[in-house]
């Protein structure tokens, strides 16, 4: 038979970085995913000098005066993709971008929208490096035990990006549960249509016209009193 090959799909290098904190953010999170997406550099300095190239302006002369304190002080051979990744943020972060990303993070709350929890939360993610765990403390306080106790193996997943897929997975579905009986309970609440149309009693049928024919009014105006 015929084998086909199947190509993952290709992710375009970020932007080059001038050393704009406004801009920083996109850059690093973009060079994260496409180091991790490639997957295929041969050691920790050949994927550093990927990014190195990635870099002009003020970030370039950084890098460079990063290299010579490196070799300088007989540790580049030391360098690590994640102590790099470390360094370049540290330099260009905008700490008042993170600051706003934790206060946001911190109040974060559930509003009977497991989506839109989540959304509000990869947001956060985004703008400011938290931990798994950290993140994984957060959901635990601020969504229902309900929800979370039902994610598969719970207590020793640590795995952020699955932890969230199976979170959403049961938010779904306690949600879905919820509106259900929610509705269940407000037709029953509802008079039925048999109660309604049955015939009605002839007492009921006179106590009904003589309430709809109101009070009854003096047809001799000349017997009022003077």
């Known amino acids: 038979g015929q084998v086909l090959a199947i190509e993952r799909p290709k992710i375009k290098d970020p932007e080059m970085f001038s050393g704009d904190k406004l801009k920083f953010l996109a850059f690093y999170h973009a060079l994260k995913a496409k180091a991790r997406a490639f997957g295929a550099f041969v050691s920790e300095e050949e994927k550093i000098v990927w990014?190195?190239?990635?870099?002009?302006?003020?970030?370039?002369?950084w890098y460079e005066a990063r290299y010579r304190r490196l070799r300088k002080e007989r540790i580049l051979h030391q360098d690590t993709w994640e102590t790099f990744l470390g360094d370049l943020k540290e330099r260009?972060?905008?700490?008042?971008?993170?600051?706003?990303?934790?206060?946001?993070?911190?109040?974060?709350?559930?509003?009977?929208?497991?989506?839109?929890?989540?959304?509000?939360?990869?947001?956060?993610?985004?703008?400011?490096?938290?931990?798994?765990?950290?993140?994984?403390?957060?959901?635990?306080?601020?969504?229902?035990?309900?929800?979370?106790?039902?994610?598969?193996?719970?207590?020793?997943?640590?795995?952020?990006?699955?932890?969230?897929?199976?979170?959403?997975?049961?938010?779904?579905?306690?949600?879905?549960?919820?509106?259900?009986?929610?509705?269940?309970?407000?037709?029953?609440?509802?008079?039925?249509?048999?109660?309604?149309?049955?015939?009605?009693?002839?007492?009921?049928?006179?106590?009904?016209?003589k309430a709809g024919a109101g009070p009854q009014k003096n047809k001799n105006p000349g017997n009022k009193q003077k």
């Open 51 to 61: 990014a190195a190239a990635l870099l002009k302006g003020d970030a370039c002369n």
């Open 92 to 209: 260009y972060k905008d700490s008042t971008v993170e600051i706003t990303a934790m206060k946001d993070f911190n109040d974060l709350s559930y509003q009977n929208d497991i989506e839109d929890f989540i959304d509000k939360l990869r947001d956060v993610l985004i703008r400011v490096e938290i931990s798994p765990v950290t993140a994984i403390w957060k959901i635990r306080q601020a969504i229902p035990f309900k929800i979370w106790k039902e994610i598969p193996g719970e207590p020793q997943l640590r795995n952020l990006d699955r932890y969230l897929i199976h979170l959403r997975e049961s938010g779904l579905k306690i949600e879905a549960m919820e509106q259900n009986l929610k509705l269940s309970k407000t037709l029953s609440s509802r008079p039925s249509k048999t109660e309604d149309s049955k015939p009605k009693s002839s007492n009921e049928q006179a106590a009904s016209k």
